[in-house]
């Protein structure tokens, strides 16, 4: 894996008393979650949700229309990754699939050994935004809608605005990835960036499936292209307002993986509160 950082300084002009006078209503819905079509000139706050899930866990598939839910509801606002970890992700013999990642693992654990750095017991539980409610940063899924309008109704727009661009290689299956992250408003905070990899319809076991082994496993995290906790893109505070990084990032995706089937989610994270700032994804190839 290979990084580049650029920084760019530029004006433009946004009307900023959007923020202040904007009144949210429910069910804050800016883009079609069919087309994704959305017309406005701010970019809309996009909320992360770390699915922590195993293929043997039998309550994970309603952990799994839970997240379909709210991307119905929400739209493009939901940004999810699917993390197999605990002794639920554990395949029983070779029939299973193995979605287990060192990512997934040093966030979440293995159950046995380690609970990972969320202190995941069990599945299903979730991660909003890398926000700590209460005592903990998991939350059970029936609590993720609330937190969801919570933070949509802070703001349904974003202080940063993140654009991805993918470029893929099929002959040396290695993907280039340019990333532009655009201050919208004044961000105080020192931010990092984080850029994951997850795949799309693979089919393989989930216990309490309607149909075990014909079930359909979306959002699956197979790897994080600068790690698990990403890069610190910048350490100035506050990340002024109209200020823009470029940051390029260049990997070899596994054969095994179907990269019509990949999408690269990024976000842009408090250094250290770790609370999500702002998320994105993007297909490995456009369609």
């Known amino acids: 894996m290979t990084k580049n950082i650029y920084p760019i300084v530029f004006g433009l002009l946004v009307l900023v008393s959007v923020f202040a006078c904007e009144e949210v209503e429910e069910p804050f819905i800016e883009a079609n979650p069919f087309t994704g079509e959305y017309d406005s000139d701010l970019p809309i706050r996009k909320i992360l949700i770390d699915d922590f899930t195993g293929i043997n866990c039998v309550n994970c598939p309603e952990a799994s229309m839970v997240i379909e ?58 991660v909003v935004n ?48 340019d990333i532009n992250v655009k201050a919208i408003i004044d961000v105080a905070s020192r931010l990092t960036l984080s850029v994951y990899l997850v795949e799309n319809r693979i089919t393989g076991h989930q216990s309490g499936a309607q149909n075990p082994e014909e079930y359909e496993h979306n959002h699956v995290l197979r790897a994080g292209i600068n790690g698990t906790w990403g890069d610190e893109i910048s350490t100035s505070i506050p990340f002024a307002q109209y ?35 702002q998320a994105e994804q993007e297909p490995v190839i456009s369609k």
Do not use: M
Not at 77 to 83: A, E, K, M
Not at 247 to 257: G, P, R
């Open 130 to 177: 890398r926000t700590q409610f209460g005592d903990n940063y998991y939350q059970h899924h029936s609590e993720w809608a609330t937190l969801v309008v919570g933070i949509l109704k802070e703001n349904k727009f974003a202080d940063i605005d993140i654009k991805i661009i993918n470029e893929f290689n099929e002959e040396s299956n290695i993907l280039d990835i």
């Open 243 to 277: 200020e823009e990084l470029s940051i390029a990032y260049s990997d070899t995706l596994n054969t095994d993986w179907i990269p019509a089937n990949c999408e690269v989610v990024t976000f842009v994270y408090d250094s250290e509160t770790l609370e999500v700032i």
């Open 69 to 126: 839910d709210l991307k119905e509801t929400y739209g493009n606002h939901i940004v999810p990754i699917g993390i197999h970890t605990g002794s639920y992700a554990n395949p029983i013999d070779d029939s299973q699939p193995d979605f287990r990642t060192d990512v997934g693992y040093e966030l979440g654990g293995d159950g046995i050994t380690s609970l990972g750095f969320f202190n995941v017991a069990w599945q299903p539980f979730g």
